[in-house]
């Protein structure tokens, strides 16, 4: 699972939790893998590769504004152009956004990568 994988290349110090973020006023960091079967281009991309793309959504959230962003941008700087003998590349789509402060006035921060696996 490269959620797995993923979890182990950041901070063990982190509070993270796999495929989901406990309730939503404890300070977390949610890794979310999705199927990356689905092109994100617009004229679609190609069928039948050896590759396997899964997208991984990491969130963080906490009460503190700065010490979230600082995680994201850390976990730019180690995930980013990521490669080992598994995974071909872990590149980073767009910016670490913030996402606002939810209901419990916690502030949340997302970062998205596109990973490429060999099968």
Known sequence: MIA?????????EWPTTIGHLPSPNAEAIGILEYDGATSTEYFGGQQGSSVFNPIVKIVFRGASYPELR????QSRNILH???????????????????????????????????????
């Open 4 to 12: 797995e994988k993923i979890k182990a290349l950041l901070p063990s």
């Open 70 to 73: 600082a995680q994201a941008e």
């Open 81 to 119: 152009r990521y490669h080992d003998a598994d995974i071909l590349s872990i590149l980073m789509v767009g910016t670490p956004m913030y996402l606002g402060r939810n209901e419990q006035k916690m502030h949340e921060f997302q970062v998205v990568f596109r990973i490429q696996v060999k099968e």
